[in-house]
């Protein structure tokens, strides 16, 4: 999940009112798949995992774009990343970005992971793969050691 919050002007170890707030998905693998699916709709499918009311959160807007998905539930919440971005004309591009912890995955969580990667490799129009983000090396090994892989996109 992608929190943003807009300020006038971000002062650390001050009280920092927000004017606007937008929340919603901004995961890498997320991304990657909407640029895809604005050039070619239903182009790119996402395999992720997902947990919680922020993970439902980001399941709807990936279903308002049309872009597929292929969720496997993790019992915990879906992790928050939160820009906040100064907007006062003086405090031009003053962000500061805080990232959420990556909740741990179960073995079971893994695997559910790892089949939904398997069955989108046997439709015939599958013809590529990205791998962008952090994922838990159990997860991913197999495709890359470095466990620096979140979300699988599988683009068609």
């Known amino acids: 999940v992608q929190a943003t919050i807009y300020v006038e002007d971000l002062a650390a170890g001050e009280v920092n009112r927000a004017h606007t707030f937008r929340k919603?998905?901004?995961g890498?693998?997320?991304?990657v798949a909407r640029?895809?699916?604005t050039l070619v709709p239903a182009s790119a499918t996402v395999v992720q995992f997902i947990g919680g009311a922020d993970g439902e959160l980001v399941c709807c807007a990936l279903d308002r774009l049309g872009i597929p998905h292929s969720d496997v539930g993790t019992a915990l919440e879906t992790r928050?990343?939160?820009?906040?971005?100064?907007t006062r004309p003086a405090a031009a591009?003053?962000?500061t970005?805080?990232?959420?912890?990556?909740?741990?995955?179960?073995?079971d969580e893994v695997i559910a992971f790892r089949a939904s990667m398997s069955a989108l490799?046997?439709?015939d129009h599958v013809r590529g793969l990205a791998i962008v983000g952090t994922?838990?090396?159990?997860?991913?090994?197999?495709?890359?050691?470095?466990?620096?892989?979140?979300a699988l996109l599988l683009c068609g």
């Open 121 to 123: 490799f046997e439709l």
């Open 24 to 26: 919603g998905f901004g």
């Open 35 to 37: 640029a895809a699916c």
């Open 28 to 31: 890498k693998g997320q991304l």
């Open 97 to 107: 970005e805080l990232i959420g912890p990556a909740p741990p995955t179960t073995s």
């Open 135 to 150: 994922c838990p090396e159990s997860a991913c090994h197999p495709l890359r050691p470095d466990s620096r892989l979140r």
């Open 80 to 86: 928050t990343c939160t820009t906040v971005i100064a």
């Open 93 to 95: 591009h003053r962000e």
